[in-house]
C-alpha cells in the first residue's frame, strides 16, 4: 500500500490525521499515539500525512507538548 505521493506505508511510520498523530503498526492499521484510550483503524493513504518512521526518529512517539 502506497501514501498518494507513492511513498511505500511501512510498519512504524508516524501518520497525521483526523488531528492527532497516528502509528502504523505491523499489520498496517493506525494506532493513536499519545492517548489514553487505545483505538486502531484501517490506513485510508488519500487521506493521512506522512509525517515520519519510529525506527528513524524514536522521538515522535512523544506524547504532544
Not at 501518520?15 to 484510550?37: C, F, H, P, S
Amino acid at each position: 500500500m502506497n501514501y498518494r505521493n507513492g511513498r511505500k506505508i511501512n510498519v512504524g511510520d508516524i501518520l497525521w490525521a483526523k488531528a492527532a498523530r497516528w502509528i502504523v503498526t505491523d499489520n498496517y492499521q493506525m494506532r493513536l499515539i499519545g492517548k489514553e484510550m487505545e483505538f486502531t483503524q484501517t490506513i485510508l493513504p488519500a487521506f493521512v500525512e506522512y509525517v515520519g518512521n519510529v525506527h528513524e526518529n524514536p522521538e515522535l512517539l512523544e506524547a504532544d507538548k
